[in-house]
């Protein structure tokens, strides 16, 4: 039977993007299972998660961090190691979107998109592995996207960024088997997050209404069950990934979009 207190005490875990939106849920909701956590972000002084995440009770850190940049990761996982203990956690949610056609498509904005969504995923893999690898036990939960199987006019740096995101995710799993630790992607289709509701808002300029009617539109067409997936619902899914229960559960890609296909 499985157990609802605070399972996750003792573990120290590192989201990044957790300043916002699905990083964010996942933070907190890491925090409420019990774990140590940690936040990077490059706009972290722009949100107060740290002391959100102090006032469940536990110990946090918030710091900038650049996923693109390997120097910075380094950085990053030192200091947390130094603050919190070894990392036997890590949650890769940040990531960032952006529509172009292909044809004409800046060099600039392509590889901003891969270094930011695979580059970074990979980055920060490469610096918790060898705590987990200790320690015997790790949880790595990579963002990707249905974005990664399900292609779409305008996103293809997305779209093959997350793809990437899927690939590098199963090959981690396979490489660390019997080390205790498991790696599992989840690709949300379209959840209510303030990156989402900026796309909305361009879209409703565009044809010229309201951004809470083109809301409504968006809802109507996105998934069988006419709503926006919540952040806390993808965490949910990352705190069950921790569990014991769940070593089984490695190399899987977890389609969470409410039976839509993007």
């Known amino acids: 039977m499985m157990s609802f207190q605070p399972f996750l005490q003792g573990r120290v875990a590192i989201v990044t993007g957790g300043a916002t939106g699905i990083g964010r849920a996942i933070a907190l909701a890491l925090a409420q299972a019990g774990a140590t956590v940690a936040v990077g972000s490059r706009n972290i002084h ?3 998660i740290q002391a959100e995440l102090e006032s469940m009770g536990g110990k946090a850190l918030a710091l900038a961090l650049d996923v693109a940049n390997s ?12 603050t ?3 990392v036997t956690i890590l949650v890769n949610a940040a990531g960032i979107i952006a529509d172009h056609s292909l044809e004409g498509h800046p060099d600039k904005l392509w590889w901003r998109i891969i270094s930011t969504n695979l580059d970074g995923t990979y980055h920060t893999i490469k610096h918790c592995l060898p705590h987990m690898k200790t320690q015997k036990w790790g949880r790595i939960v990579n963002i990707a996207s249905t974005a990664a199987t399900v292609g779409s006019s305008g996103y293809a740096a997305y779209s093959a960024s997350k793809a990437g995101v899927v690939g590098l995710t199963r090959c981690v799993a396979l490489e660390v088997a019997s080390d205790g630790i498991t790696c599992n992607a989840i690709s949300p289709g379209w959840v209510e997050t303030d990156m989402t509701l900026d796309w909305v808002k361009a879209q409703a300029l565009k044809e010229g209404c309201s951004w809470e009617s083109q809301l409504e539109v968006l809802k109507k067409q996105v998934n069988p069950q006419q709503r926006l997936i919540q952040p806390q619902e993808i965490a949910a899914l990352v705190v069950f990934l ?18 839509g296909l993007w």
């Not at 120097?71 to 130094?82: L, W």
């Not at 921790?242 to 389609?255: F, G, S, V």
Request: charged letters at 25%.
């Open 242 to 259: 921790c569990r014991e229960e769940a070593r089984a559960i490695t190399m899987q890609d977890l389609t969470v979009a409410a039976g």
């Open 71 to 82: 120097e910075s990761v380094e950085a990053f996982c030192a200091q947390v190691t130094k």
């Open 46 to 48: 722009k949100h107060p």
């Open 84 to 86: 919190l203990g070894s």
